[in-house]
């Protein structure tokens, strides 16, 4: 019997953003800080270790697990709102401003999770820009569900094969904790590797 691995909600941001990026991460297992994940966790680390409590009349949970045995999925939510109605409302932290559309997806498979844990349906959620102080109202609609799940489909099949996409070697890789590891001008270029395994093969004899 094969057993299918878990997908971390985590990953989504990583594979949106590049998905060598995510391979490196959750198919390696090669994690680095730059000045943006240190940013990001210490702005993580706050919203965290808030206490949950009452605010205008819903209930905020804070650091939520969460788990979906039909689609696979583990992780965390940031923050759950809970309204007198009972219903169920998924808010995603960002600690910068937007850059496409990772929140979101993010967001939607937190809500896939909160569905099959509670068994409601869930139309919309919120992400919370902490750069500019505001929070996007996000609905979940069937095509960004479609997308959300296509996603975890792609990440499940790199991790089962183990394979490495290639470097995108643009702009995202200036930003990249991984810049170092993933080498995207040299990968991207033939010649560019050959003439680097040869200089590391030099160095190790």
């Not at 709102?81 to 808010?91: L, T």
């Not at 932290?93 to 937007?98: F, L, R």
């Not at 099949?157 to 990249?176: F, H, I």
């Amino acid at each position: 019997m094969t057993v299918e691995p878990i997908v971390a909600i985590s990953a989504i941001e990583h594979y949106a953003y590049c998905p060598r990026q995510c391979a490196l991460i959750h198919v390696d297992g090669i994690w680095m800080e730059n000045a943006h994940t240190v940013f990001g966790t210490r702005a993580h680390h706050r919203v965290d270790t808030a206490p949950s409590r009452m605010e205008r009349g819903r209930r905020v949970l804070r650091g939520i697990p969460l788990f979906s045995e039909r689609y696979g999925l583990s992780g965390r939510a940031d923050v759950i709102e809970i309204h007198d109605d009972g219903s169920v409302v998924p808010v995603e932290y960002k600690a910068g401003v937007k850059h496409g559309g990772a929140a979101e997806l993010q967001l939607c498979a937190q809500a896939l999770c909160l569905e099959e844990m509670t068994g409601q349906v869930i139309s919309h959620g919120f992400v919370w820009y902490r750069g500019r102080r505001h929070r996007d109202r996000i609905e979940l609609s069937p095509g960004l569900r479609q997308e959300a799940r296509d996603v975890v489909s792609d990440i499940r099949a790199m991790v089962v094969e183990g394979s490495l996409p290639a470097a995108a070697a643009d702009t995202r890789c200036s930003g990249c904790q991984l810049e170092s590891v993933c080498l995207p001008d040299v990968v991207s270029r033939p010649a560019d590797v050959r003439r680097y395994v040869e200089r590391e093969v030099t160095a190790c004899e």
